[in-house]
Protein backbone atom coordinates (compact mmCIF):
# COMPACT_ATOMS: atom_id res chain seq x y z
CA UNK A 1 0.00 0.00 0.00
CA UNK A 2 0.95 3.54 -0.55
CA UNK A 3 0.59 4.37 3.01
CA UNK A 4 3.14 2.46 3.71
CA UNK A 5 5.73 3.23 1.18
CA UNK A 6 5.49 6.74 2.49
CA UNK A 7 5.65 5.77 6.12
CA UNK A 8 8.74 3.70 5.57
CA UNK A 9 10.46 6.16 2.88
CA UNK A 10 9.73 8.87 5.67
CA UNK A 11 11.22 6.72 8.87
CA UNK A 12 14.65 6.33 6.77
CA UNK A 13 14.79 10.06 5.40
CA UNK A 14 13.58 11.20 9.75
CA UNK A 15 17.16 8.61 10.89
CA UNK A 16 19.15 11.40 9.23
CA UNK A 17 17.44 14.59 10.03
CA UNK A 18 19.55 15.22 12.46
CA UNK A 19 23.61 15.47 11.73
CA UNK A 20 25.91 12.65 12.36
CA UNK A 21 28.54 13.24 14.90
CA UNK A 22 31.76 11.61 13.74
CA UNK A 23 35.00 12.48 15.86
CA UNK A 24 33.59 15.40 17.32
CA UNK A 25 32.32 17.26 14.01
CA UNK A 26 28.80 16.86 12.74
CA UNK A 27 27.81 15.77 9.59
CA UNK A 28 24.40 16.82 7.71
CA UNK A 29 23.54 13.84 5.66
CA UNK A 30 21.41 13.99 2.66
CA UNK A 31 19.29 10.94 1.61
CA UNK A 32 17.59 9.89 -1.10
CA UNK A 33 15.53 6.84 -0.82
CA UNK A 34 13.43 4.95 -3.91
CA UNK A 35 10.52 2.89 -3.39
CA UNK A 36 8.45 0.28 -5.15
CA UNK A 37 5.50 -2.07 -4.17
CA UNK A 38 4.84 -5.81 -4.42
CA UNK A 39 1.05 -6.72 -4.69
CA UNK A 40 2.03 -10.56 -3.98
CA UNK A 41 4.63 -12.50 -1.86
CA UNK A 42 5.49 -14.10 -5.29
CA UNK A 43 5.93 -10.93 -6.78
CA UNK A 44 9.28 -10.90 -8.71
CA UNK A 45 12.11 -9.16 -6.31
CA UNK A 46 14.92 -8.55 -9.19
CA UNK A 47 11.82 -6.84 -11.14
CA UNK A 48 10.99 -4.69 -7.67
CA UNK A 49 14.85 -3.82 -6.91
CA UNK A 50 15.06 -2.69 -10.69
CA UNK A 51 12.20 -0.53 -10.18
CA UNK A 52 12.96 0.95 -6.92
CA UNK A 53 16.42 1.99 -8.63
CA UNK A 54 14.23 3.71 -11.27
CA UNK A 55 12.12 5.54 -8.37
CA UNK A 56 15.92 6.33 -6.82
CA UNK A 57 16.85 8.08 -9.98
CA UNK A 58 13.84 10.18 -10.27
CA UNK A 59 14.24 10.82 -6.23
CA UNK A 60 18.08 12.28 -7.13
CA UNK A 61 16.40 15.04 -8.91
CA UNK A 62 14.76 16.47 -5.76
CA UNK A 63 17.26 19.14 -3.91
CA UNK A 64 18.56 17.87 -0.59
CA UNK A 65 16.20 15.05 1.02
CA UNK A 66 13.69 13.01 -0.81
CA UNK A 67 11.77 10.35 -1.83
CA UNK A 68 10.31 8.91 -4.82
CA UNK A 69 7.85 5.55 -5.37
CA UNK A 70 7.89 3.19 -8.62
CA UNK A 71 6.02 5.73 -11.27
CA UNK A 72 5.54 3.91 -14.71
CA UNK A 73 5.38 7.12 -16.67
CA UNK A 74 8.47 8.09 -15.02
CA UNK A 75 10.11 5.00 -16.08
CA UNK A 76 8.93 5.19 -19.36
CA UNK A 77 10.59 8.99 -19.73
CA UNK A 78 14.01 7.29 -18.07
CA UNK A 79 14.24 4.77 -20.52
CA UNK A 80 13.37 7.01 -23.36
CA UNK A 81 16.44 9.54 -22.13
CA UNK A 82 19.12 6.45 -21.82
CA UNK A 83 18.02 5.67 -26.13
CA UNK A 84 18.16 8.71 -26.96
CA UNK A 85 21.66 9.65 -24.92
CA UNK A 86 23.27 5.87 -26.47
CA UNK A 87 21.54 7.47 -29.77
CA UNK A 88 23.63 11.03 -29.45
CA UNK A 89 27.07 9.09 -29.03
CA UNK A 90 26.72 7.39 -32.69
CA UNK A 91 25.27 10.52 -34.03
CA UNK A 92 27.66 12.62 -33.07
CA UNK A 93 30.22 9.61 -34.33
CA UNK A 94 28.56 9.31 -37.84
CA UNK A 95 28.06 13.18 -38.52
CA UNK A 96 24.53 13.10 -37.83
CA UNK A 97 24.27 16.09 -35.88
CA UNK A 98 24.34 19.85 -38.62
CA UNK A 99 23.86 23.09 -37.77
CA UNK A 100 21.26 25.75 -38.92
CA UNK A 101 22.08 29.34 -38.64
CA UNK A 102 19.92 32.35 -37.01
CA UNK A 103 20.60 35.79 -38.88
CA UNK A 104 21.40 38.28 -36.75
CA UNK A 105 20.36 42.11 -37.92
CA UNK A 106 21.37 45.41 -36.88
CA UNK A 107 17.59 47.18 -36.63
CA UNK A 108 19.81 50.63 -37.56
CA UNK A 109 21.24 49.78 -41.00
CA UNK A 110 18.88 46.11 -41.42
CA UNK A 111 22.18 44.82 -42.66
CA UNK A 112 23.24 40.91 -41.59
CA UNK A 113 25.91 41.40 -39.31
CA UNK A 114 26.03 38.18 -37.80
CA UNK A 115 24.26 34.37 -37.27
CA UNK A 116 24.26 32.23 -34.43
CA UNK A 117 24.85 28.60 -34.74
CA UNK A 118 21.79 26.18 -33.89
CA UNK A 119 22.42 22.57 -32.77
CA UNK A 120 20.35 19.86 -34.98
CA UNK A 121 20.22 16.25 -34.73
CA UNK A 122 18.43 14.28 -37.50
CA UNK A 123 18.54 10.20 -36.33
CA UNK A 124 18.23 7.40 -38.97
CA UNK A 125 15.61 5.94 -37.22
CA UNK A 126 13.73 8.76 -34.81
CA UNK A 127 13.94 11.71 -37.43
CA UNK A 128 14.14 14.86 -36.41
CA UNK A 129 14.48 15.14 -32.70
CA UNK A 130 14.15 18.86 -30.72
CA UNK A 131 16.28 20.63 -29.31
CA UNK A 132 13.95 20.87 -26.87
CA UNK A 133 13.98 17.05 -26.26
CA UNK A 134 18.11 16.37 -26.44
CA UNK A 135 19.60 19.13 -25.12
CA UNK A 136 18.11 18.94 -21.69
CA UNK A 137 19.15 15.07 -21.93
CA UNK A 138 22.94 15.81 -22.83
CA UNK A 139 22.67 18.84 -19.87
CA UNK A 140 21.55 16.27 -17.49
CA UNK A 141 24.39 13.42 -18.38
CA UNK A 142 27.40 15.80 -19.04
CA UNK A 143 27.50 14.77 -23.06
CA UNK A 144 26.40 18.31 -23.89
CA UNK A 145 30.35 19.10 -23.49
CA UNK A 146 31.23 16.73 -26.32
CA UNK A 147 28.34 18.31 -28.08
CA UNK A 148 29.43 21.23 -27.73
CA UNK A 149 33.01 21.13 -28.80
CA UNK A 150 31.80 19.94 -32.07
CA UNK A 151 29.37 22.74 -32.40
CA UNK A 152 32.29 24.87 -31.70
CA UNK A 153 34.85 23.39 -34.40
CA UNK A 154 32.31 23.19 -36.78
CA UNK A 155 30.59 26.72 -36.80
CA UNK A 156 34.33 28.09 -36.76
CA UNK A 157 35.20 25.83 -40.00
CA UNK A 158 31.90 27.35 -41.89
CA UNK A 159 32.50 31.01 -40.61
CA UNK A 160 35.45 31.06 -42.71
CA UNK A 161 34.13 31.03 -45.61
CA UNK A 162 31.68 33.76 -44.63
CA UNK A 163 32.16 37.39 -45.55
CA UNK A 164 34.87 39.02 -42.86
CA UNK A 165 32.21 41.64 -41.18
CA UNK A 166 30.07 38.68 -40.33
CA UNK A 167 30.48 36.97 -36.88
CA UNK A 168 29.57 33.36 -35.59
CA UNK A 169 28.10 32.89 -32.04
CA UNK A 170 28.03 29.57 -30.57
CA UNK A 171 25.83 28.76 -27.35
CA UNK A 172 27.85 27.10 -24.20
CA UNK A 173 26.35 25.23 -21.67
CA UNK A 174 26.82 26.23 -17.92
CA UNK A 175 28.47 23.32 -17.31
CA UNK A 176 31.27 23.39 -19.99
CA UNK A 177 32.09 26.50 -18.22
CA UNK A 178 32.75 24.45 -14.75
CA UNK A 179 34.77 21.96 -16.58
CA UNK A 180 37.44 24.32 -17.31
CA UNK A 181 38.59 23.15 -20.90
CA UNK A 182 36.45 26.24 -22.42
CA UNK A 183 39.22 28.34 -23.15
CA UNK A 184 41.72 25.48 -24.43
CA UNK A 185 38.46 24.28 -27.04
CA UNK A 186 37.91 27.91 -28.19
CA UNK A 187 41.66 28.34 -29.04
CA UNK A 188 41.79 24.99 -30.76
CA UNK A 189 38.84 25.53 -32.86
CA UNK A 190 40.10 29.24 -33.93
CA UNK A 191 43.29 27.60 -34.78
CA UNK A 192 42.20 24.84 -37.07
CA UNK A 193 39.85 26.93 -38.64
CA UNK A 194 41.62 30.12 -39.36
CA UNK A 195 38.73 31.94 -37.81
CA UNK A 196 39.20 35.47 -36.38
CA UNK A 197 38.68 35.60 -32.79
CA UNK A 198 36.79 39.14 -33.12
CA UNK A 199 34.41 36.79 -35.44
CA UNK A 200 33.61 34.18 -32.51
CA UNK A 201 31.25 35.32 -30.31
CA UNK A 202 30.06 32.85 -27.02
CA UNK A 203 26.47 32.90 -25.86
CA UNK A 204 25.44 31.33 -22.32
CA UNK A 205 22.22 29.27 -22.55
CA UNK A 206 19.24 30.55 -20.90
CA UNK A 207 19.10 27.22 -19.21
CA UNK A 208 22.12 28.31 -17.23
Not at 14 to 43: H, M, N, R, Y
Request: net charge negative; hydrophobic share 45%; glycine share 6%.
Amino acid sequence: PIMNIERCAQTILDIFESPLEIASTLIKVSVTVGCSSADTVSDDHKGLIEKAEQALEEAKTIPGSGWRAYDPASALRQFSARKLEHAMRESLEKGDFFLLYQPQIDFASGTVVGAEALLRWEHSDYGMVSPATFIPIAEANGFICELGKWALLEACRQAVSWPGNISVAVNVAAIQLTRGNLVAEVKDALEVSGLSASRLHLEITESA
